[in-house]
């Protein structure tokens, strides 16, 4: 089996065609690199960009965690891409050790987020280490705990009728 890796062609599509998310809520802005189990992101800080806060001058801290998730949605999506398949819906699980060394991302400054998968099961659920950098400084960092299921809809179904079953 060859190991497939995104080329710059491929690598300069709307983020949109990899992240299956609509606009506003599609928050990276571009891919810059891809290696197998690995993507680096960019995303530009403007006045336009979702949760943009005018009292901070930014976006708060906490908006990293889905900056790793939507990093981590387009790796898949660039994955599905490279074979031919559709890109699927993930969830976003949790995180473990998340740490976050600045109070907000500033604006008119772009954060790099890599992402790297650790561990996936056949099942879809896979950890990743995650790394948002600005000038090759780490600025937030965690392991991030995903689930991509073969078919989303049905695995939401299931869920509902387990739910209504309590």
Request: aromatic residues 8%; hydrophobic residues 45%.
């Amino acid at each position: 089996m060859s190991i497939l890796i995104a080329d710059a062609t491929l690598l300069t599509l709307d983020i949109s065609e990899f992240v299956p998310h609509r606009a506003p809520m599609i928050l990276i802005d571009n891919l810059l690199e891809h290696q197998p189990d690995n993507l680096l992101t960019a995303t530009h800080i403007s006045k336009a960009s979702a949760y943009f806060d005018q009292a901070i001058n930014g976006v708060p801290n906490y908006v990293g965690i889905e900056y790793m998730a939507q990093s981590i949605a387009a790796l898949a999506g660039v994955e599905a891409k490279l074979i031919g398949e559709k890109v699927r819906v993930g969830f976003l699980l949790g995180s473990r050790k998340l740490q976050m060394h600045i109070d907000h991302f500033v604006l008119g400054q772009t954060y790099h987020t890599k992402v790297k998968r650790l561990y996936q099961e056949p099942s879809g659920l896979a950890v990743f280490d995650c790394q948002i950098c600005h000038q090759d400084h780490v600025v937030a960092s965690a392991n991030v705990n995903v689930f991509q299921p073969r078919d989303a809809q049905a695995y939401i179904n299931e869920n509902q009728i387990e739910s209504s079953n309590q």
